[in-house]
């Protein structure tokens, strides 16, 4: 019996050994089919930017890529609501720099980005910037500039303007610094306005823009319809969804809309003469500059305090 078991022990052994070795030989050999080595990757930087998905934030992603790419590191994109504790657990993730679109209450916003400083991880804000005794570096548009050339556009009308402005949710940025906006618009038409600035506000969904202006228009006692003769908005899916209730509401040629964004759909309408103009942003260049800039900040300990972003006006004389 016991020399049946010293038998049972040693062909088990011996089995151990021959799958151990096979392993071995299946590893060397499926390293001996690679190529070359992947190459190591220098930095990992982490993207925050609000859920909304749309051609803005995408471009925004799409240049962080490219840049990464360029610098032989990698992005990872998380989303920045609160909900979701991404933002809070940053600083201890271990990443090379941080990029924050801070779209959030000011004072929590700036509570988080004083942890990457405090742990002393670089950071970059995009497209909003936050009030601080020392201030991250900028990357984005200036909310006053594209107000006062939204102005400029306007100020060949040969009447006096009645302006709405429509934020969106789509947009965090651009409506958390709505008063610049207005500043910008009202520094450029001056006079020309023939009241205050009237602002509005949609939500994620991508027709609220269309049910917006139905219910202002549709409405023949609305006080709005008696003084809005233009319209702007922030958001390239609120432009589409406010062309197709232009045509709806037999409005086209009697309400000025400036859009916003060089989407197909949002160019699709300036061809048709149903929109005037649209602001247009290179968000890639956004995305593509905060990577390069927080490579600059690991690599020399400075960068640009600031970088605008050009913000451009198109119309149908430029397609």
């Known amino acids: 019996m016991r020399r049946l ?6 062909f088990t052994g011996l089995l151990s050994i021959s799958a151990f070795s096979f392993s071995l030989y299946r590893s060397w050999y499926i390293s ?8 190591i990757l220098l930095h990992h930087f982490s993207l925050y930017i609000p859920d909304t998905r749309n051609s803005f934030f995408n471009e925004i992603i799409r240049g ?9 590191s990698a992005v990872s994109v998380h989303s920045i609501d609160p909900a979701k504790n991404e933002l809070e657990n940053a600083a201890f993730s271990g990443v090379d720099g941080v990029i924050v679109y801070p779209h959030l209450e000011s004072s929590l916003a700036r509570r988080q980005m004083e942890q990457f400083r405090i742990r002393h991880i670089p950071a970059v804000l995009i497209n909003q910037n936050l ?9 984005g548009i200036n909310n006053f500039e594209m107000g006062r050339r939204i102005g400029h556009v306007l100020s060949d009308s040969p009447e006096r303007i009645g302006l709405a402005v429509v934020y969106s949710d789509k947009a965090p940025g651009i409506y958390t610094e709505r008063n ?26 991508p027709l609220d823009a269309e049910a917006l202006l139905a219910s202002i228009f549709r409405n023949p006692i609305s006080q709005e319809r008696s003084f809005i003769n233009t319209i702007v908005f922030t958001d390239p899916e609120d432009t589409i969804a406010a062309a197709q209730a232009l045509v709806d509401l037999n409005l086209v040629g009697q309400l000025r809309i400036i859009g916003f964004g060089a989407d197909p759909g949002v160019i699709e309408n300036l061809h048709k003469g149903i929109i005037s103009a649209s602001v247009v942003i290179d968000s890639q260049r956004i995305g593509y500059e905060a990577v390069h800039s927080l490579a600059a900040l690991l690599t020399t300990g400075f960068t640009s305090a600031s970088i605008d972003i050009e913000i451009d006006i198109i119309d149908s004389n430029d397609l």
């Open 64 to 72: 962080a890529e490219i840049a990464a790419a360029e610098l032989n």
């Open 180 to 205: 610049l906006v207005e500043m910008g618009i009202a520094t450029s038409l001056g006079d020309l306005l023939s009241g205050s600035i009237m602002s509005f506000r949609t939500n994620l969904n």
């Open 32 to 39: 001996m089919l690679a190529p070359e080595q992947a190459p």
């Open 131 to 139: 009030p601080s005794d020392q201030p991250w570096p900028f990357i």
């Open 5 to 10: 078991l010293y038998l049972g022990l040693i």
